[in-house]
């Protein structure tokens, strides 16, 4: 992201200088500001719902071979027990998926709540 320039005008319906409160921010900057720090948030809600996904495809896979093994399975308060390992390896990665939109979700309510207040 390009650095801002010192003569930058904030967007358009921006609060003016008057409107601020004295020795804060400017509310435009508050916004690049957050979206750069998101970055490392971003890609690691990807990559983990990437590997939910290619998990999940394995374990198909697995079940597809008929693989098994006696398995016991305890993943963020989810008890699983199989004796087929591709079954095992279906629920890890439905919980990754569950857990990454539950979270997503709870980040959206927070920020949507924020912006109200």
């Known amino acids: 992201m390009p650095a801002l320039a010192i003569d930058a005008q904030p967007p ?61 399975v305890t993943l963020f308060g989810q008890t699983l027990e199989s004796t087929n390992v591709g079954i095992a390896a279906v629920f890890i990665g439905a919980v990754l998926i569950v857990r990454n939109v539950r979270r997503i979700l709870k980040v959206i309510e927070s920020a949507s709540k924020r912006r109200s207040a």
């Open 12 to 72: 358009e319906g921006a609060p003016q200088a008057s409107q601020r409160v004295l020795n804060s921010p400017p509310i435009w900057h508050e916004d690049v500001a957050i979206g750069n720090h998101y970055r490392l948030l971003n890609v690691i809600t990807h990559w983990t719902f990437i590997s939910g996904v290619v998990i999940c495809l394995i374990g198909a896979y697995f079940i597809r071979l008929g693989a098994t093994g006696t398995t016991k």
